[in-house]
């Protein structure tokens, strides 16, 4: 059975006392993201996030399936994570790793259970037909943080997507090729994003955006996601060394600063990739029309 | 001048073979024999000839370490059973053993205990295809360590195998900044074929600062001006 | 146009590699040889992984179907028996591909036209990789259109109409290795196809001035494999160069 290979001794050692010492192998701040990336791809609905050498694609897709009899008012929204050989070598097909199972727990609660996406607006005919949305989460490259890596990409990439228009005739429905009618963005409610913060010294030292190497010498995290508003969806310390309460609450304040990044970050992209599409000026033009 | 460049399967052009009468004929890395008289590549890269030691091979920075007797790596300690070391070169390959005896001075009585996680500076003695890699702590035909043995304390860095090729090859390898470093400040260092670079200074801040160095010339794949550049001001803010 | 290559995209893998042409694009990423787990185990040879991902959605049988496609074709050139008692793992990962799945292309039509990019960007990967390859590979899609001419690495628009659809490859003496075709055609239209497909794969790593596919100044033939893999040497021995 492949695993991620174990550091070394020395390794280790020289990582503690150099956090001891107040300085990170790479040379940043504690508090401090290495750099962060998000590109767009040419379809709707595809996002790449990178954080330093870790990568994740995010591809949101859309299909019209049958309403669930129990909830007829609501469409479907699925985030499906698996975790394969291209992200590291220690992850095995069919296999679910513990970092599998994290990564989906934290994404369904962050943005699947606090109502990111407003799956309602999704119902076509209440009770018959609704659009199912499926995010999938491709973890491409492994250095740790995949948690926020895939959180940011996969906002991004639903803020990005496009459904089909369609339009409801009685009990008949008409669903609109992209090129017959312009797609329609997915309403979202909040933007969640999820911050990690990675514990030491029985918690006197925190660290944000942790490497590989770094998550794996680490006595413990606290996951918490909110929105920019700094309304908490989710806090999750699965593991590790307890941690006192107040460095808890004093994490709070420094996610909320960097989930405020992450969202403007998101909001910037999403307008540059708009222009880069609108070559033509399509957009300003239709919108010229439905002004008057 | 460039030289040739091979893909797989293309034959090695009679020409290129190197230039002495006697000795036999050594193949290096991404080259075969197909008998009677062809060579050919089983990857991409330059030709490279050593007519000295009537030596030809493929000259690529492609892939996973493959170990070869005689290199020197860092080998790190997975587990001990009675008489051996089980050690890992590169992550998720079969491990390489190491005798217990295997270091320079040891007796039944006074040996070096590895603990799981630590690391040794060795030499591949051994390496056959399809079977296990053999490792050892010293020079077997002298009796000394000759460097070799367990490294204590410091940090143990990434880079590529190919990375690591050009650190050992000293001036030659283009990589000014361990001699750049060490006009200022001491340090021990210890290259391992197998990509890894281990280094010790005594101080936290400098040793991570020359980890640092090596890494980012081999991902940005620096040249000696953009080296010398960074050097200057790593050295700068280390004093 | 020739296609889009990146090499060396990630980190973490040995190889890897993106292929894009098109109408897909795919990412590559090869590691080995590793530790094999004693149910795979071949006392001889290296064991051959092959996994591939779908952009939306898990794999399913569609995917197992490409996997064994593919296995049989990277067998045919990796040298396996370089590497007794180890895993070459080849994971592909489809990132755009077709009407999003062949959905508006009929049955079978998305998973041919797919191939040939996933079976490019594996042959860079393992180059990239440095696993041991017996020669060169490449694929090429050919459409058959409505009024029976033949369209080498068509565009999505030709794909809609065509009456047949075939995902060939070639190694480098000529032989064909893959061959998988769907729709309505007669064995007149698939001898035509195949010699049209081999002169395309030959042409993506031939050398300068030895194929006549390049004398004949055809844009298409440019050798786009070879002058990827040759850049990518290029660069591992600049430094050379500057000492």
Known sequence: MPREAEPSNNAKAFLLQALRENVRLDGRAFDEFRQIDLSFGDEYGVATARLGKTKVMVRVSSEVVKASADRKFDGVFTISTELSPIASPAFEVGRQDQAEVLLSRILEKTIRRSGALDTESLCIIAGQKCFHVRADVHVLDHDGSLVDASCLALVAALMHYRRPDFEVRGEEVQIFDPREREPIKLSMQHQPFCVTFGYYEDGSVMLLDSTLLEEQCREGEVMISMNRFGEICQIAKYSGEPVDAMSVLNCMNVALEKVKVFDKLVKAKLEEDEKRRDVGGLMAELSAENAR | ?239 | MPPQITTSPLSRPDGSATYTDALSTVLAAVNGPLEVSRRDELPSEATLEIHVRPAAGVGGPRERWLEAVLHAVLRSVVLVHLHPRALVQVSLQVVREPAGGGVGLGKGRGEVAVLPALVNAAVLALVGGGVGLEGMLSAVLVAVGGKGELVVAPGVEVLEGCESLHAVACAAGGGLVMDESTGRFDLGVWGEVVERAREACLAAFASKGEDEAMANGDVEAEPWMRQVLEEKVRDANAWREST
């Open chain 2, 1 to 239: 001048m460039s030289a040739t460049i091979l893909l797989p399967g293309e034959e090695l052009p009679s020409d290129s073979l190197p230039k002495t009468k006697k000795g036999t004929l050594t193949l290096g890395p991404g080259l075969r024999h197909i008998p009677p008289t062809s060579i050919t590549a089983t990857t991409s890269g330059s030709i490279s000839v050593d007519n000295k030691k009537s030596a030809v091979w493929l000259e690529n920075t492609n892939g996973r370490y493959q170990p070869s007797t005689g290199d020197l790596v860092i080998a790190q300690v997975h587990h001990g059973s009675t008489d051996t070391y089980h050690c890992a070169l590169t992550p998720q390959t079969p491990f390489a053993l190491l005798g217990q005896l295997a270091f320079e001075g040891a007796s039944k009585k006074s040996r070096p205990h590895l603990l799981s996680g630590d690391l040794v500076y060795a030499r591949v003695s051994r390496a056959v295809k399809g079977e296990d890699v053999e490792l050892e702590g010293f020079n077997s035909a002298t009796g000394k360590s000759e460097g070799m043995g367990q490294l204590k304390g410091g940090m143990v860095f990434e880079v590529s195998p190919a990375f690591a090729r050009r650190l050992m090859m000293g001036s030659k390898g283009g990589v000014k900044i361990l001699e750049g470093v060490g006009e200022k400040i001491r340090f021990e260092v210890a290259v391992g074929r197998n990509g890894r670079v281990w280094v010790d200074s005594g101080n936290v801040r400098t040793t991570a600062a020359i980890g640092r160095l090596l890494t980012s010339s081999d991902e940005n794949a620096w040249d000696v001006e953009e080296q010398e550049k960074a050097l200057k001001k790593a050295l700068k803010d280390m004093s």
